[in-house]
């Protein structure tokens, strides 16, 4: 067996692994908090004039859509969906990101309009706040390379950070610096002086009206963590991070790793004890992060970067502090599921949210295409609202065009279905989980690189067969084209088979 035809088998293990494990069986359903409202939310976005523009395709955010636009949204979604819900189930729109770019009075007239939309339309509302993505527009902030990240203690700032949010990579403003003293006062201002007051004069005219429970919480951050750089993403940043928490060169990669993930959830709970300073209660703020179930990377084997650096330094306890609920981010995916109800399970079984997901399969091909999740929405939605959450905020309703995955993943007419059955009070039902390419493809890979090298035992004939199929392969899972790898992968399979 050649030395490239090794390397090659090896990197597709670990690249098929990486990101993807077997399913497993979801404990017992817990019933939700007592007397809490639950709330079915749906993201509308506010990074664009447009709300059907999802952010991520520019560097600098627009203005915030007009109350007109957004009313004109939430209407045409609450006339399919055929109502706002009853008693404690509730219909709940989701306005953000509200971000650095967006000028004080931006933001306080956006969260002044969406409880106008409330009152008028007697539908839930909540907000999603961009902690420190959307930031281009802050001259006085970038402008300092003291709040840019940087990938070495003495290397200079991050020119971009990359978005993995598209087929294409976006390029964005550098990953800001969690905790340096500028950005920290910045978060106080905005959260205590801004967006918090702000929150509760709309409140206060809920309490008026008598109509507390149309309030769905904000959610304090867009998957928070310490992002990749454009340029050299394979090269972790935090330097900066760890600098002004003291460390050194020298300092072990352990306490590196600590140290930046300790920066993240500071950084968290900066955000929430700001916005509660401002007078929203602490019940109804929720953090909101991403992370890679340790299940999952488990089983990968030996890897070159530590968990807390797979995670982008935000595992799964970070989204638990001060001031706040847990939030996360909820596309189906093997033992995600499993470690929230544990992570909740460990924090008494306090409420939770999912502060964005949606019923497909992420890894797969891309926004426009792709495998389905395994499952029906109803499971999807019963797999959260069964089990502790509170807000479950769906992302990819009326977005982009009809092509788009997400889009139909949220009002096909099974979601519409499970959507009317969960606002008329009924109990969900968590059906079955079929397997996807994630389940299907990493036992197949690690096949190949079990029987592979006895297979072809230097035979020359052999090994030329199986290597069109491995370029192949090779190519499939650079372009993140599941299917592809996984019709390569049966190929190699029938080889070992004698098809």
Not at 93 to 102: E, K, R, S, V, Y
Request: glycine share 10%.
């Amino acid at each position: 067996m050649t030395r490239r035809f090794s390397v090659l088998l090896l990197g597709f293990a670990c690249v098929a692994a990486g990101g993807f494990s077997l399913a497993r069986t979801s404990p017992a359903a817990q019933p939700a908090a007592s007397g809490e409202t639950q709330y079915l939310a749906f993201q509308i976005f506010t990074g664009a004039t447009n709300p059907r523009t999802p952010p991520g395709s520019q560097a600098v955010l627009d203005a915030v859509p007009s109350r007109a636009q957004l009313d004109a949204f939430g209407a045409e979604l609450i006339a399919r969906i055929g109502g706002t819900g009853r008693g404690r189930h509730r219909l709940a729109l989701i306005f953000g990101p509200i971000a650095f770019d967006h000028s004080d009075q931006q933001a306080a007239s956006l969260i002044h309009d969406a409880f106008d939309i409330a009152l008028a339309r007697d539908v839930a509302v909540g907000f999603h706040l961009d902690d420190s993505m959307f930031w281009g527009g802050r001259r006085d902030l970038i402008n300092d390379p003291r709040n840019i990240e940087r990938a070495d203690w003495e290397g200079p700032p991050s020119t971009a950070r990359r978005l993995d949010w598209g087929p294409v990579p976006a390029r964005i403003p550098p990953q800001m610096c969690l905790n340096s003293p500028a950005v920290e006062a910045e978060v106080r201002r905005r959260g205590a002086d801004v967006i918090g007051p702000a929150i509760r004069r709309g409140l206060a005219r809920l309490h008026a009206a008598r109509r507390e429970d149309l309030f769905a919480g904000v959610i304090v951050g867009w998957e928070t963590h310490i992002g990749v750089d454009f340029e050299n993403p394979r090269r972790a940043l935090g330097y900066c991070v760890l600098a002004n928490r003291g460390l050194k060169a020298g300092a072990t990669a352990e306490a590196m790793d600590a140290a930046r993930v300790a920066a993240v959830e500071h950084f968290i709970t900066l955000w929430s004890q700001a916005i509660a300073a401002g007078g929203v209660p602490e019940t109804r703020i929720y953090s909101h992060v991403a992370f890679a179930p340790r299940q999952t990377f488990a089983e990968r084997g030996p890897e070159r970067m530590s968990y807390a650096e797979a995670t982008l330094f935000a595992p799964s306890e970070v989204a638990f502090g001060a001031s706040r609920r847990a939030g996360f981010s909820t596309y189906p995916a093997p033992d995600l599921m499993e470690e929230i109800y544990a992570d909740t399970a460990r924090h008494g079984g306090a409420p939770w949210a999912s502060a964005e997901g949606a019923n497909v399969d992420l890894p797969a091909e891309g926004p426009r295409g792709g495998p389905g999740s395994g499952m029906d929405t109803e499971t999807y939605l019963a797999r959260q609202f069964n089990h502790g959450a509170v807000l479950v905020n769906l992302f990819g309703w009326g977005i982009d065009d009809t092509n788009n995955r997400f889009r139909r993943a949220a009002a096909n007419p099974d979601a519409i279905i499970a959507y009317r059955k969960f606002l008329r009070g009924e109990t969900l039902v968590e059906g079955s989980v079929q397997p996807t390419i994630q389940d299907r493809l990493p036992p197949k890979i690690h096949r190949i690189q079990a029987e592979m090298p006895a297979w072809i035992s230097g035979d020359r004939n052999r090994q030329a067969r199986a290597q069109l199929h491995l370029d192949a392969l090779a190519a499939a899972m650079a372009a993140k084209d599941l299917t592809r790898a996984e019709r390569e992968a049966d190929a190699l399979l029938a080889l070992l088979d004698g098809k």
